[in-house]
Nanobody, 125 residues
Framework: QLQLVESGGGLAQPGGSLRLSCTAS????????IGWFRQAPGKEREGVSW????????NYADSVKGRFTMSRDNAKNTVNLQMNTLEPEDTAVYYC??????????????????WGQGTQVTVSS
């Protein structure tokens, strides 16, 4: 059974860092497009970062570019999202998702086939 589990969320101060992880079971992440999304209260879910299979190409939303870094750890079948210089506007539930294709078609939600349960990130002083 395919399952994605996020971890690493929590409370951070503005300017701080958090590292999210998404661990998969039932599938090898390296062969597929993986995306990180977030949803703040009262807002639509939005794409944060998305990576083609094997990490051949990784893209970021303008709002996080230069602050967030997505990486793959194939040995652990895990995808990470390193979040630096956090801002209160980064507060949201963060989700990882997999698209059963090698190439991503951007941060379009309906292109992703399986989702994790989400992890809360709160940035506040």
């Amino acid at each position: 059974q395919l399952q994605l589990v996020e971890s690493g969320g929590g409370l951070a101060q503005p300017g701080g860092s958090l590292r999210l992880s998404c661990t998969a079971s039932g599938i090898t992440l390296d062969s597929y497009c993986i995306g990180w999304f977030r949803q703040a209260p009262g807002k639509e879910r939005e794409g944060v970062s998305w990576s083609d299979g094997s990490g051949s190409s990784t893209n970021y939303a303008d709002s996080v570019k230069g602050r967030f870094t997505m990486s793959r750890d194939n040995a652990k079948n895990t995808v990470n999202l390193q979040m630096n210089t956090l801002e209160p506007e980064d507060t949201a539930v963060y989700y990882c998702a997999i698209s059963l294709s090698y190439y991503c078609s951007g941060p379009v939600i309906y292109n992703y086939d399986y989702w994790g349960q989400g992890t809360q990130v709160t940035v506040s002083s």
